[in-house]
């Protein structure tokens, strides 16, 4: 991948997320402050969800910039799956802090009821809050399909399968937050028509739900790349493609990938090469072959090319396996 694209992604990446942080840090002080003066649980909920946002992205700035360290001796692929741990923290946060306090505190209205005070502060804030999380969505949502179109899929595909664990943290989170704040407003609107505490703590409790479930969501997805997650299926095929394509390769073993960061991919491949090609032309074709996935594919970084005679006809019938 060339040190240009790189730059240029990471620094994408960084701004969206320190956005969701400034935003997500003035967000909370100000529904803390409602939540105090209602005495609210699904204010107070949305806080803590806020709260919990601003520390997952501290982690995933930490991320972003820990996953760009060079390479060095130590560390000879790259500081990339850095990134996922700290991604895989800042999920963990959002687990504990958010889902954790407001499932807690909304079971504990729900049993042991609650009064609220004046809630056009609380309003006021929910829809400051709205209009601020909309510019922080927005801006992830636009690096999305910026990137959704590079690899060509669409913006939900790209979403659900990218490795910038940064960037998908924001999108989720910003999601939540958008569906969390309609939620609280719905409580606080039950509570004042029906005048009972069940609609604030419900409130609360759906919250967290929701945050649980973009928290495990997250968790699963940068254990994965952890443990050394393939390229997207499309990737694969279209290096197996290339690989074929080339007229000194007989058939293509097999192909490994691995997800070494955000955006950043290692292939490995096992070569059966034509009979004809041994000596200098198996080396100059090896190299002709990494320089042009290399060059049709920035992502990928390392390539390592194993000439390895081809499977007794028994075992190709089967075909090349594709994939980690």
Same mark, same amino acid.
């Given at each position: 991948? @060339? ?18 942080? #400034? ?11 409602? #939540?105090?003066?209602?005495?609210? @649980? ?30 060095? %001796? ?13 991604? !895989? ?5 959002? *687990? ?57 899929? @669409?913006? #939900? %595909? ?21 569906? #969390? ?20 703590? *419900?409130?609360?409790? !759906?919250?967290?739900?929701?945050? *649980? ?29 290339? *690989? ?47 320089? %042009? ?7 990928? @970084?390392?390539?390592? !090319? ?19």
């Amino acid at each position: 991948m @060339s040190d240009k694209t790189e730059q240029n992604e990471g620094r994408e990446s960084f701004l969206t997320v320190l956005v969701a942080a #400034g935003v997500n840090l003035a967000i909370a002080a100000a529904k803390l402050v409602a #939540g105090l003066l209602s005495g609210s @649980s699904a204010m107070l909920s949305e806080a803590a969800h806020s709260a919990a946002d601003t520390v997952t992205e501290v982690l995933l700035l930490v991320s972003v910039r820990r996953s760009e360290q060079p390479a060095d %001796r130590r560390h000879p692929f790259g500081y990339g799956k850095a990134g996922f741990f700290w991604a !895989l923290m800042a999920a963990g946060a959002t *687990l504990v802090v958010g889902a954790g306090f407001s499932i807690t505190h909304g079971v504990q209205t729900i049993l042991y009821g609650e009064e609220l005070a004046d809630l056009a502060v609380s309003y006021i804030v929910l829809a400051i809050s709205f209009v601020l999380e909309m510019v922080s969505f927005i801006r992830a949502v636009k690096q999305v399909r910026r990137e959704a179109e590079r690899w060509s899929v @669409s913006t #939900g %595909r790209y979403v659900a399968n990218t490795a910038d664990t940064a960037v998908k943290a924001v999108v989720f989170e910003d999601s939540a937050a958008l569906l #969390g704040i309609v939620i609280a407003a719905i409580g606080l609107l039950g509570y004042q028509l029906s005048g009972s505490p069940l609609w604030d703590g *419900l409130a609360s409790v !759906l919250i967290g739900l929701l945050l *649980l479930g973009i928290a495990l969501h997250l968790i699963k997805a940068n254990a994965s790349l952890l443990i050394g997650q393939a390229a997207p299926q499309s990737l694969q095929r279209e290096v197996m493609n290339e *690989l074929k394509a080339s007229p000194e390769v007989s058939g293509v073993v097999e192909l490994l990938t691995m997800m070494l960061g955000p955006n950043d991919v290692l292939v490995a491949a096992k070569i059966d090469f034509v009979d004809e090609c041994t000596g200098d032309r198996l080396e100059q074709a090896s190299e002709e072959i990494e320089h %042009r996935l290399v060059e049709r594919y920035p992502d990928i @970084s390392h390539v390592f !090319l194993d000439p390895t005679p081809g499977r007794p006809a028994r075992e190709r019938t089967a075909g090349p396996r594709a994939g980690a």
